[in-house]
């Protein structure tokens, strides 16, 4: 059975970090993309960072951030591990949210139960 446990989510002041981290068990290879998603209260959960693994053909992951973290979050992955990470830094309010990790790979799709990252002004 797969499934998805995360953790690193907590309350931070404006300007800090936090490092939330996703491990993906119950699955025997490596998972093509692996993803950070967002709901921030009253709004649509959106797309924070994504990135493909690497393959013999393209030797370096592909990442994807949302314009709104772009220089401020980093997304890795330990392909090994089936895991999955998100450096975030100077943390803003607006980036108060439940934070969701997301697997696909074909017809698999898999979501966490989300962890809460709050930042204080």
């Known amino acids: 059975q797969v499934q998805l446990v995360e953790s690193g989510g907590g309350l931070v002041q404006a300007g800090g970090s936090l490092r939330l981290s996703c491990a993906a068990s119950?699955?025997?290879?490596?998972?093509?993309?692996m993803a950070w998603y967002r709901r921030a209260p009253g709004k649509q959960r959106e797309l924070v960072a994504g990135i493909t693994k690497s393959s013999p053909g393209i030797p370096k992951s592909s990442t994807k951030y949302a314009d709104s973290v772009k220089g401020r979050f980093t997304i890795s992955r330990d392909n090994a591990k089936n895991t999955v990470h998100l450096q975030m830094n100077s943390l803003k309010p607006e980036d108060t949210a439940v934070y969701y990790c997301n697997i696909e790979h074909g017809a698999l799709s898999r979501w966490g139960q989300g962890t809460q990252v709050t930042v204080s002004s």
């Open positions: 119950g699955i025997g290879f490596s998972i093509d993309t």
